[in-house]
């Protein structure tokens, strides 16, 4: 049976569950349980701290899991980064007391740097020729500088306001740019039906989240603009309307463009322009 790792709680684990219930699996916890096979697929799910799945799916323990991009790293575990999942963005950043004006080139062998990544934070100062200190703190690393531990601070911000809240402001760019990853033991994807499966099925939802459908009535006459403004994968499908002079098109667009879309295809003189979500799609 496929095991794939669930991050068991934290700012992942929503977004994981919530996938893979998109995709069609049975993987919803009605408590604590530890694992939730879902036998029609031939699939367990396991629950593990977010921290721990790359470890596991290195040494072949889980064939897949999903975790984010900054503790892979902080892992240093070996595996196959499948595909971004698109959620649990976050950048990792060094932040530092807001009165201080200086970067990270400005650190020096006399800085604290409290985190709760010290391998990534230990590697980037090594990338910078840097000897500074980590300290290594679990979590709430923000209060690290007010309490005297540390002089900065290297931690996943999101919206930014635990950092602001705490006095503190981002210096230089993030160390990481971090998403939710899917990963896998190197070569398990090729080799298992059902790994190809759950990754093409997650694929599917994740396309789907990115584009939209349009739908619009057009004078035959603006169909070349029409086909400028949504293009579809291969083509639009262009319909007879039973009034003359009019055609009825569809096409799949970028869920990011739909407001240009709708604004572009009004000018051309579209009627009864409906767009609607996609639950799932392969291109
Ligand atoms: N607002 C956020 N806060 C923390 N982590 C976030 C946030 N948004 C996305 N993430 C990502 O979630 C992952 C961290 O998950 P999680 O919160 O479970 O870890 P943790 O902080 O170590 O655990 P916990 O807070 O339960 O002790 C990282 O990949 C991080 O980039
Ligand atoms: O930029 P923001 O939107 O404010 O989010 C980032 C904060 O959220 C997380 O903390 P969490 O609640 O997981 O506590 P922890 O530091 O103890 O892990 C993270 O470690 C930052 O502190
Ligand atoms: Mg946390």
Not at 25 to 49: A, I, P
Not at 96 to 114: G, L, N, S, Y
Not at 115 to 128: A, F, G, I, K, M
Not at 130 to 137: E, M, S, Y
Request: charged share 25%; with cysteine.
């Amino acid at each position: 049976m496929l095991q794939i790792a669930l991050p068991n709680k934290g700012a992942l684990s929503e977004g994981a569950a919530t996938l893979a219930s998109e995709a069609g699996y049975h993987c919803s916890r009605r408590g604590r349980e530890l694992s939730v096979r879902d036998t029609d697929h031939g699939v367990e799910f396991v629950f593990l701290r977010p921290r721990d799945i790359a470890t596991y799916v290195s040494k072949g323990i889980i064939d897949l899991g999903v975790t984010g991009l900054d503790l892979l790293h902080d892992s240093g575990a070996d595996v196959t980064q499948v595909m971004p999942l698109e959620f649990g963005k976050a950048r990792f950043c060094y932040a530092v007391p807001k009165e201080q004006d200086i970067t990270p080139d400005d650190f020096t062998a006399d800085t604290r740097i409290a985190t709760s990544y010290v391998n990534v934070v230990q590697r980037d100062l090594e990338q910078r020729g840097i000897d500074a200190t980590v300290v290594p703190l679990d979590g709430a690393v923000e209060i690290s500088i007010q309490l005297g531990v540390a002089d900065a601070i290297a931690d996943v911000v999101q919206t930014g306001r635990t950092i602001d809240e705490a006095g503190l402001k981002v210096i230089g760019d993030p160390i990481i740019a971090s998403q939710a990853m899917l990963v896998a033991q190197n070569g398990t994807v090729a080799d298992h039906e059902a790994a190809r499966h759950f990754q093409e099925r997650i694929k599917g939802i994740l396309m789907a989240r990115s584009y939209i459908m349009v739908e619009y009535d057009l004078p035959t006459s603006k169909l070349d603009a029409a086909h400028t403004i949504t293009p579809g994968i291969e083509s639009p499908t262009v319909s007879p309307l039973s009034k003359d002079g009019w055609v009825a098109v569809k096409a799949m667009a970028k869920q990011s463009r739909v407001n240009e879309i709708m604004d572009d295809l009004t000018d051309i003189g579209a009627k009864g322009i409906i767009i609607t979500d996609i639950r799932t799609c392969r291109i």
